[in-house]
């Protein structure tokens, strides 16, 4: 909204019950991670600008919300600690000492919390609800993304290093399988009965049968697939191309490409607004892309260095009046 | 002014590194790639700073002259391979991957190791006064990490590599055995381990800091006055350290950008004035060989020097 309209918007709203306020309610937060920052941004939805960071210890990645709702988690891999913060204020919680956390899930039925330790080789679950950890599985090498199936049965590893996938039994706490895939996978998703790996080596997501790892199916997308996402209705299923600078739509049920759009930058996270636009981060770019699929365009936010992971909260507070720092 | 770094440096990744790695399918490295380009950039940055400031004041009040300077260029490919290439790249990832499998244990454990900020809560945030912190913690390290380069025969076999120029510039700063290297990442790899020390937080802050040391090892007549001398070092004080010792004489002035550590265990001598420098003790090659040669020569003194352990008196 323009400066002047909104000074002349503020006044007359007040008079009427702070409609804008409610407005911007409505539009809540987002929460970006700063890798090489080591802070989070704190960006209004409302009016897309950062109004503050929350400093985290040295190299936060990847952030969750816990089951319950009642915490944003992330994890700061070089810190060795998750951070606990108030998903509507952006308030920490607590800080509890956890090696190497990268990516992170909380399984389906709410029970497992999986952290990968990308740096440190291993694959940990931990209890849910007491963060004690119940199994380290070491891996070669560098486990990045993860997934679970529905069931939370198993727990599916890409591991970057060595150009495989692996499986874990959660029911029995041991390796399923873990086989070759292809070249430094990267994002792991479950959808339709099927694990899909992104393949940052190459152009391709891997589409891979759960029982034995085996491909059936592989799906070009642009240089450098990264990261995929399924959008809230499960109808869409957005890849981000590292290496070639795009993002894709993808018929969630086909897997035929609708659409592909130019992000550049190293397109990483994505995370997704009521109002159908997309909240992209570019890593090299230190910029989140807004990116509304229906016109193509998308519009930027300045954040900090090497933004990563992402995670919108619509319905929490405006923090518009909380003071930057 | 970091944006424009982080910029420059997301440009090269995504136009230059990144189709590279792809290429050459190695996009694993991409997240370090990047690491690596903003260090390339900031001690590109170092580079051009310090010589633009450096230089013309070696021009306006030079200490000596030179005919020759064959043996600065050698200096000037320490500076650019110590700032610019393959060094900052190594001792990033060899410094993250030992950092992470450390404290990473040490969280296992139930413990994860100090930081400034995790002893005083009241830091986080406030990046700056954070910074300024740790440089002062670095640099007393540095302080011990060089006074003791001084004390061990085998140790003093490296470090007189440093010491050996007799035509010392600012680009002198990096000019050092490989192995004296290792020895300094070792050392502010665990005094990080310590303290937490944060790797990419603070570019900025650290190019001042390497400028300062650079500016302290420029051929210029500069003091920075009674004060000034003893709160930051000048070429002046710093030049006493690197002069011919004369019959009686000990080394002094170990300090590298804060005088106080000097000060505070009796090292000091700021009544030195402009002394020649070099190492007399030492053969040729250190002083007037190629890179190589200088290597070489560095090694061989330092295996004669083993065992460890055997104090000296010179440097």
Redesign the interface.
């Known amino acids: 909204m323009p400066r002047l309209s909104r000074l002349l918007f503020l006044p007359v709203c007040a008079l009427l019950g702070c409609i804008y306020v409610s407005y911007a309610h409505a539009l809540g937060v987002a929460y970006v991670i700063n890798s ?3 802070s989070i941004s704190v960006v209004d939805m409302a009016t897309q600008k950062e109004v503050r ?3 985290a ?3 936060p990645h990847h952030l969750i919300l816990t089951p319950d709702g009642r915490s944003l988690v992330v994890g700061d ?5 998750l951070l606990f913060l108030d998903p509507a204020t952006g308030a920490v919680q607590q800080r509890l ?4 956390p990268y990516q992170l899930q909380f399984s389906p039925n709410g029970k497992f919390l999986t952290v990968n ?1 990308l ?2 080789n291993q694959v940990d679950v931990y209890d849910a609800a007491t963060y004690k950890l119940i199994k380290r599985f070491p891996v070669v090498a ?1 486990p990045s993304h993860l997934a679970y199936t529905p069931d939370s049965g198993t727990v599916f590893v890409s591991l ?2 060595s150009d495989k996938l692996a499986a874990f039994d959660l029911r029995t706490m041991t390796p399923k399988w873990t086989v070759p895939v292809c ?2 996978p990267a994002g792991v998703l479950w959808l339709n009965g099927h694990v899909l790996v992104a393949c ?2 190459t152009d391709i997501i891997a589409v891979v049968d759960p029982n034995d790892g085996k491909i059936v199916q592989r799906v070009v997308t642009g ?2 697939a990264h990261n995929l996402f399924l959008s809230p209705d499960a109808k869409i299923l957005w890849v981000n191309n ?2 070639g ?1 795009s993002t894709v739509a993808m018929d969630a049920r086909t897997l035929k490409v609708l659409a592909r759009y130019e992000i ?3 397109p990483d996270d994505i995370d997704f607004a009521p109002d159908g636009r997309l909240w992209i981060t570019r ?4 910029k989140v892309a807004v990116l509304d699929p229906k016109t193509g365009t998308f519009q930027t936010i300045d954040v900090g ?2 933004p990563h992971g992402l995670f919108l909260v619509p319905a929490a507070p405006s923090p518009a009046g909380t003071p930057g ?1 | 002014m ?2 424009w770094f ?2 420059a ?3 090269l ?2 136009n230059l590194l ?2 590279f ?2 290429w050459s ?1 190695l ?2 490295w ?1 997240d370090v790639s ?2 690596w380009a ?1 260090f390339a950039l900031y001690g590109l940055a170092q580079v051009i700073v310090t010589f633009a400031v450096c230089l013309p004041l070696e021009r306006w009040r030079p200490v000596e002259r030179w005919a020759n300077q064959d043996a600065v260029w050698v200096d000037m490919v320490y500076t650019v391979l110590s700032r610019v290439g393959v060094l900052p790249f190594v001792t990033y990832v060899l410094f ?2 030992a ?3 450390v ?6 454990q ?4 100090p ?1 400034l ?2 002893l005083f809560p009241v830091l ?2 406030k ?1 700056a006064l954070t910074f300024v912190l740790y440089a002062i913690i670095l640099d007393f390290a540095d302080y011990g990490r060089h006074f003791l380069a001084h004390q061990f025969r085998w140790w003093w076999a490296l470090h007189s590599l440093h010491h050996a120029q007799r035509q010392m510039t600012f680009w002198s700063d990096d000019r050092n055995h490989l192995l004296d290297d290792v020895i300094a990442f070792v050392w502010f790899g665990v005094i990080a381990l310590l303290i ?1 020390v ?4 603070f570019p900025l802050l650290v190019l001042v800091l390497r400028f300062l040391e650079s500016l302290s090892h420029a051929n210029v007549r500069l003091s920075f006055g009674w004060l000034g001398e003893r709160l930051l070092i000048s070429p002046r004080f710093h030049r006493a350290h690197h002069g011919i010792l004369a019959a009686g004489q000990k080394s002094c002035n170990y300090g590298a950008v804060l005088p106080w550590w000097d000060m505070l265990f009796g090292t000091a001598d700021f009544s030195r004035d402009y002394v020649a420098t070099g190492d007399p003790s030492g053969e040729e090659a250190l002083a007037s060989g190629t890179w190589a040669q200088q290597q070489m020569a560095g090694l061989r003194r330092f295996l004669r020097a083993v065992p460890v352990g055997r104090r000296v008196a010179q440097g």
């Open positions: 090489a920052g080591s960071r929350i400093p210890l040295r190299e891999t070089a810190g060795n600690q000492p956890v090696a190497d330790g740096a440190r560098t970057q290093d070249k430094t940052m080596g240089k450098g590292r290496a600078g550049p930058g190293g890593r090299w770019a230190e260095r090497s720092r | 970091d944006d982080d910029l440096a997301g440009w990744q995504e990144i189709p790695l792809y399918g996009m694993n991409e990047y690491g903003l993250y991957r950092q992470v499998t404290t990473g244990w040490m969280a296992d139930g413990w994860v190791a930081t900020e995790s986080l945030g990046q937490g944060p790797p990419l937080q």
